[in-house]
């Protein structure tokens, strides 16, 4: 079975995606997500113009060779725009395998090992009211655990509250996806010691209302400094947090270790990674206790497989990336992964706009606080391509900030 075409398509069903449709010469058809958030036409250059060209007429079933052929075969290797090709294409082989096995793609993953996986919903708020209202809502919606975000007092925009909050027909707060459909990045202010003084209070509020069951879990975007990564897990620690996400960049995997040796509360990292060497001393070392590499962005079902086999060695559990820029195949993904993965944590889960599934149909369901990939053959997700066609690409990026000294911080 060889590979005859590989297609890109770009369509924005309330978002921008990046899908690749693998077509083989017995008429079998493959899916995988290559969506990188306000990169997405670098991805569709690597895909149309260098690595589409070399794969045609390849055999389709020799996922493992083709994964080094377009890794270790490039003389440019890792990067957010190569590999989420390498996990596109991937994605899309593995999808034919276990369509050809006429097996649900977890099943050649040796199996379930759970019956479903938790997830976890966002919830936001201006207010700690407004907050406290919306995670009630997302119970209220099945999920049993929440991450939670929210404004800070004097600061006109924070990661995880959007600019022109909406709510819904029952008054609740939305979803939050920053990425904004503009010609150019918006503009937030950041102010790290005004942070670190509000979140402890929203904590202690969320806590007082609905007591330690609750897995709760926020997220600092990056925006800190080790040390103050540090005076932060310290004063969440009263408020049991399932993990304490991004708290600081770590080019250098080292800035870690203070975080790490001034705070027991559990830290999670990875959205940003591409490969194991992003995060080898992150691993190793057992600096954090969760990683966030999903399959869209770490080198697709091959990739994070290794990844996460390597991360269960040294005790550390998964929590793929899953915000609305993951596309319902690469979400898919992900929870093939999650129900097949002994080391699972837990799964960001952002849910589509129901026009996403214009375009998209997928067979992965949610109930009672956990997702589940479904039975049919392959990932269980297809694209409607004339549907596609119907939303075209539209620029959207996210936001960049600013200290308010007005120097570029990070985002």
């Not at 103050?228 to 304490?244: C, H, K, Q």
Request: proline share 6%; hydrophobic share 40%; glycine share 8%.
């Amino acid at each position: 079975m060889r590979i005859d075409a590989v297609e890109v398509i770009v369509t924005s069903p309330g978002r921008n995606f990046v899908t690749v449709r693998i077509i083989t010469d017995s008429g079998i058809v493959g899916l995988g997500d290559a969506t990188v958030n306000g990169r997405e036409l670098a991805v569709v250059s690597y895909l149309e113009d260098h690595v589409g060209p070399i794969l045609r007429g390849r055999d389709a079933s020799r996922i493992e060779e083709i994964w080094h052929y377009l890794y270790r075969g490039a003389y440019w290797r890792r990067g957010p725009v190569t590999m989420a090709a390498i996990s596109a294409i991937d994605m899309a082989l593995w999808d034919i395998k276990a369509k050809v096995a006429d097996m649900p793609l977890y099943q050649l993953l040796g199996g379930r090992v759970r019956e479903g996986a938790l997830a976890y919903a966002h919830a936001f708020g201006t207010s700690t009211e407004e907050l406290i209202a919306a995670i009630q809502a997302k119970l209220d919606d099945g999920f049993q655990a929440v991450r939670i975000q929210s404004a800070v007092p004097g600061l006109d925009g924070v990661y995880g509250v959007p600019h022109g909050k909406s709510k819904d027909n029952n008054g609740a707060v939305e979803d939050y996806e920053p990425a904004h459909r503009s010609a150019k990045p918006i503009e937030e202010t950041w102010n790290s010691a005004a942070y670190l003084r509000h979140v402890p209070t929203v904590f202690a509020a969320v806590r007082e209302h609905f007591g330690f069951d609750l897995p709760l879990l926020h997220d600092a975007h990056h925006r800190l400094t080790p040390n103050e990564a540090a005076i932060l897990g310290r004063s969440l620690e009263p408020y049991d947090l399932f993990w304490l996400e991004d708290v600081t960049p770590v080019e250098q995997q080292h800035n870690l270790r203070r975080v790490r040796s001034m705070t027991t509360t559990p830290l999670a990292i990875g959205e940003v990674f591409n490969s194991i060497h992003d995060c080898y001393h992150l691993v190793t070392e057992q600096l954090i206790d969760y990683l966030r590499v999903p399959p869209t962005h770490g080198g697709g079902i091959t990739g994070v497989r290794k990844l996460m086999d390597f991360a269960a060695l040294h005790q550390v559990k998964s929590g793929f990336h899953g915000p609305t820029d993951i596309s319902p195949v690469g979400m898919a993904a992900s929870v093939h992964l999650d129900v097949a993965l002994h080391n699972f944590g837990i799964q960001e889960y952002m849910q589509h706009a129901d026009v996403t599934f214009e375009v998209f149909s997928s067979d992965v369901t949610f109930a009672n606080g956990q997702l589940n990939p479904g039975e049919t053959p392959g990932l269980g997700v297809d694209i409607d391509t004339a549907a596609a066609r119907e939303f075209p690409y539209e620029p959207a990026y996210l936001p960049v900030a600013r200290l308010q000294d007005g120097t570029i911080h990070d985002w």
